[in-house]
Every structure is written in C-alpha cells, then in structure tokens.
C-alpha cells in the first residue's frame, strides 16, 4: 500500500512505463493498451490537488500518450517522459 493517494497515482504511472523500459524496453510490446493505462492514471494524477508543476508534467504525459504508438514512437515518448 501507498502512503498517499497521490503516491498510488504517480506509482500507476510509473509501474507500466519501467516495466515497459526494462532491459532496453525489452518488455515493451508485452505491456498491454499501454498508451491508454498510461493516459487514464496521468489524468487521475492530475485531477488531485497537486502542485502546478506536477499538473503540468502530469499533462504532458498525457499529451504524450494520447492515441495509439507504434513500439519505436513509444519507445522515444518514453525516454523524452523520464
């Protein structure tokens, strides 16, 4: 369990993102609807009360993951997120 809710948002999205980076983004294609994952626990983040800059990472996040990716743009929104 988290201590906060806002620790269990960020941990949303981060779990799939580093599972799908391990070992060179090796796991990648085995995460499944990872844009949409991504996407909804970015929105939930976002929609705490939160500072301004987490809001705003949050939300580019969201940009970044809105609609499908193929594996290799996924890959690089991935890297340009960390």
Same mark, same amino acid.
């Given at each position: 369990?988290?201590?906060?809710?806002?620790?269990?948002?960020i941990?949303?999205?981060?779990?799939?993102?580093?599972?799908?980076?391990? &070992?060179?983004?090796?796991? /990648?294609? =085995?995460?499944?609807?990872?844009?949409?994952?991504? +996407?909804?626990a %970015? #929105?939930?983040?976002?929609?705490?009360?939160?500072?301004? &800059?987490?809001?705003?990472? /949050?939300? =580019?996040?969201?940009?970044?993951?809105?609609?499908? +990716?193929?594996? %290799? #743009?996924?890959?690089?929104?991935?890297?340009?997120?960390?």
């Open positions: 369990m988290f201590g906060s809710p806002f620790q269990a948002a941990q949303a999205v981060l779990k799939p993102l580093e599972f799908a980076a391990r &070992d060179d983004f090796a796991h /990648l294609e =085995r995460v499944r609807d990872l844009e949409r994952s991504v +996407l909804a %970015a #929105r939930r983040a976002a929609a705490l009360a939160v500072p301004h &800059d987490v809001r705003d990472l /949050l939300q =580019r996040i969201e940009k970044r993951f809105e609609g499908p +990716l193929d594996p %290799a #743009r996924t890959q690089r929104e991935m890297e340009q997120t960390q």
